[in-house]
């Protein structure tokens, strides 16, 4: 592939994890299209940013829960033309105990962070086919690896998408296109701020909790040159916490 051309599609690409990986797949090279539900001020300083390193970046709005809606905006910005790489990293936490978990906070969940994947990939699956080359990152947790008290529906969600990126795998590898999923552990952003580090910190083995910048490092080298004969796996980023 021309490295002028290479396109990446982020999913939930413009805060916290995401906006790491946008930042680094365009260090790597990529044109970048990160989405998010809203643009604002974040989204433009994120595509500011890019263009300082010379890259292209297309801020896309959608919502990964809207099917029809999420479809529409995918086809108007890449038509028949897939991206390269496709990293889904929509999602959203709403903790509760299981006897007292509200159904909003079961639907909301699920329907973003396991339902939004099949609404942003699925629409852009058969392009990666037709180009027999590409690659999909999933943003899984090790909470879906483990399962987390206080978290059944995130829990539900991201091991959901642990099975689907393994099952995506055997179907399209001979296709030459690479499916793998990354699961972090307690990553520092917004989304962890409030969590007790006293009570926190003792579970890892590295005594800290980990940078986006981690999480993108690994999903940069999914993307790369280097991880040719890596499909179908999970790639732990926890500092031990699951080991």
Not at 131 to 148: E, F
Request: neutral net charge; contains cysteine.
């Amino acid at each position: 592939m021309n490295d002028r051309n290479r396109i990446a599609f982020i999913a939930g690409g413009c805060r916290g994890i995401g906006r790491e990986i946008t930042l680094r797949l365009a260090k790597d090279g990529f044109d970048v299209a990160p989405s998010c539900r809203k643009r604002g001020p974040e989204a433009e300083s994120l595509a500011e940013e890019v263009r300082k390193m010379g890259r292209e970046c297309r801020i896309l709005e959608l919502d990964v829960r809207d099917r029809e809606g999420a479809r529409k905006v995918l086809e108007a910005a890449f038509g028949d033309d897939a991206p390269d790489v496709v990293v889904y990293n929509s999602g959203i936490a709403k903790d509760n105990l299981f006897v007292f978990m509200k159904e909003s906070q079961w639907d909301d969940v699920l329907e973003t962070n396991l339902q939004g994947f099949f609404n942003t990939v699925h629409p852009l699956i058969f392009g990666m086919l037709a180009k027999r080359g590409g690659r999909i990152v999933v943003i899984s947790s090790a909470s879906g690896q483990t399962g987390q008290a206080g978290q059944v529906n995130y829990s539900a969600s991201k091991a959901g998408l642990i099975g689907a990126v393994k099952a995506l795998a055997r179907e399209v590898g001979r296709k030459g296109l690479l499916v793998n999923a990354v699961a972090p552990g307690v990553i520092d952003t917004e989304m962890t701020r409030d969590l007790p580090k006293d009570t926190v910190l003792p579970l890892i083995p590295l005594r800290r909790f980990g940078s986006a910048a981690e999480v993108a490092g690994v999903v940069s080298f999914l993307c790369g040159p280097d991880s040719t004969y890596i499909h179908g796996q999970v790639i732990a980023v926890n500092g031990g916490l699951v080991i």
